[in-house]
T-cell receptor
């Protein structure tokens, strides 16, 4: 069964600190892996999309890594800001007809001052 | 840029009532999607439209119907609302059917409560 598991479920960090969110997946055949940020009361917004051949992709202070062999991805946030408080969702796309996006449940990050 | 616009933003219904959730995108995207988001669960696909004139069932289609009115608009209808359909509903769009390396653009959701 195609699944995406994220950890931790929630995280609290101090402003200015770094953090890493984890995503493990069992999706086959793999197409790409996406990270989305969802602010409270808003829709998800794309941060990065990585294909099988990409190991790292950055978007400002966000850096995503992908290890397709171990089926693991991480999202590293550098020098966190209060505005980083949100839910971060890992999504894996499988090569199938139609839509084949498998969503994780998300990690809720709270950045405090 | 408006992107994906959903209306209404909030709605309270009684069991058995019907309503239509509206979604419109101004990015000239071909593919559109309806998801529901429930606490402790990932987004689940209800229906999608790969292109104008086509619609297909997703993971949780029971109790819903959709209409791809034109390239811009994709509506979701609850014919007889049930408390289990209390959720946040998101509409999304992509240039082509998701599975390629294109991000989905989401609206800000419709928060629906069914009493």
């Amino acid at each position: 069964k195609n699944q995406v598991e994220q950890s931790p479920q929630s995280l609290i960090i101090l402003e200015g600190k770094n953090c890493t969110l984890q995503c493990n997946y069992t999706v086959s055949p793999f197409s790409n892996l996406r990270w989305y940020k969802q602010d409270t009361g808003r829709g998800p917004v794309s941060l990065t999309i990585m294909t099988f051949s990409e190991n790292t992709k950055s978007n400002g202070r966000y850096t995503a890594t992908l290890d397709a062999d171990t089926k693991q991805s991480s999202l590293h946030i550098t020098a966190s800001q209060l505005s980083d408080s949100a839910s971060y969702i890992c999504v894996v796309s499988a090569w199938q007809a139609g839509t084949a996006l498998i969503f994780g449940k998300g990690t809720t990050l709270s950045v405090s001052s | 840029n408006a992107g994906v616009t959903q209306t209404p933003k909030f709605q309270v219904l009684k069991t058995g009532q019907s309503m239509t959730l509206q979604c419109a995108q101004d990015m000239n995207h071909n593919s559109m999607y309806w998801y529901r988001q429930d606490p402790g669960m990932g987004l689940r696909l209800i229906y999608y439209s790969a292109s104008e004139g086509t619609t297909d069932k997703g993971e949780v289609p029971n109790g819903y119907n959709v209409s791809r009115l034109n390239k811009r608009e994709f509506s979701l209808r609850l014919e007889s609302a049930a408390p289990s359909q209390t959720s946040v509903y998101f509409c999304a769009s992509t240039p082509a059917i998701a599975g390629g390396n294109q991000p989905q653009h989401f609206g800000d959701g419709t928060r629906l409560s069914i009493l």
